[in-house]
């Protein structure tokens, strides 16, 4: 057997054609593909069509407009709230009881007043 | 035969006769692709689809049976190369537990009767073919698709299509001769 004999050969084991589909067979076909064709597409849609298009027109840039406002809002650095000097003087319901360690640099600041 | 506007417009009558002609074609080239009847019925309907939803694109240019094919092939493509992804055995291991069948079967009358056996393992060594690979020689040998059809098909030149049809038996032939080295030791 030469070459092209022998790959006739193979060809003819690997390459079998498979039956042919019957008559009936190919009209079930068309009919799923047909239907398949024909199937309403499902789309969601508003109850009312101008609701659609106010949804459509503002519902998205408002949302973003909003999430924008958020995240610059939470990404401003907010200054740490320092107490007054008086209020945490006067915490705890006792004037003059400094809270605050006195800083011994401050010599205004430096004193301890007594309890009354 | 050619094809009438209506047809190219997409009217459902005219698509459901080109349907039932191109009906049994399409189907030998998925069912000899995929190795797998149910298969190869869903995706011959993927692909009517898929040629449906682009009648608009189809400009004449071939012929729509070549067209056709080309969306067929394309998909079937997509499908191969996707089981070659999930392939678990390598084709060392197929000759290996499955030299002496192979040797059989190739030296038996190529029309005898094939058993389920038989045909899982031929559908293994197509199987371990490169995808374009099988596809080019299916679309020869089975669907009977000349040089210029096969050029319209793969959108690619005629000596394209001969170098591709060469390197694809040289394939074949060589795992065919790694079998039969198997066989003989």
Redesign the interface.
């Known amino acids: 057997m030469d070459q092209e004999q022998r790959w006739e050969w193979i060809v003819k084991i690997f390459f079998r054609k498979p039956a042919k589909p019957s008559r009936a067979q190919t009209e079930l076909f068309v009919q799923a593909v047909m239907g398949r064709i024909q199937a309403p597409i499902t789309t969601l849609s508003a109850p009312i069509p101008c609701a659609a298009r106010m949804v459509e027109r503002w519902l998205i840039p408002a949302l973003g407009a909003g999430a924008a406002a958020f995240f610059l809002h939470i990404a401003q650095p907010h200054p740490e709230w320092v107490a007054p000097l008086d209020d945490l003087v006067l915490m705890e319901g006792r004037t003059g009881e400094l809270i605050l360690p006195p800083d011994p640099g401050d010599h205004l600041l430096a004193f301890v007043m007594e309890e009354r | 035969m050619i094809m009438t506007q209506d047809e190219l417009g997409g009217e459902?009558d005219s698509?459901?006769q080109l349907?039932?002609r191109h009906?049994?074609n399409i189907?030998?080239l998925c069912?000899?692709l995929l190795g797998d009847?149910t298969l190869a019925?869903d995706a011959?309907?993927e692909i009517?689809?898929k040629a449906?939803q682009s009648l608009g694109s189809f400009k004449g240019s071939s012929s729509f049976s070549s067209w056709l094919y080309r969306i067929a092939s394309n998909h079937c493509l997509d499908l191969l190369r996707r089981k070659t992804r999930e392939k678990t055995q390598s084709l060392d291991a197929l000759l290996e537990n499955n030299s002496l069948a192979l040797e059989r079967?190739?030296q038996?009358a190529?029309?005898a009767a094939?058993s389920t056996e038989n045909a899982d393992l031929?559908e293994r060594?197509?199987s371990s073919l490169a995808p374009e690979y099988r596809l080019i020689?299916?679309l020869r040998?089975?669907s009977g698709l000349n040089y210029e059809e096969l050029a319209q098909t793969l959108d690619c030149s005629l000596d394209a299509v001969k170098g591709r049809l060469k390197r694809a038996?040289r394939q074949?032939?060589e795992i065919?001769r790694h079998l039969s080295k198997s066989g003989n030791v």
């Open positions: 459902r698509f459901a349907v039932r009906h049994a189907l030998w069912a000899s009847r019925d011959a309907q009517f689809l449906y079967l190739i038996a190529p029309d094939l031929l060594v197509l020689l299916t040998e089975i038996r074949l032939e065919l």
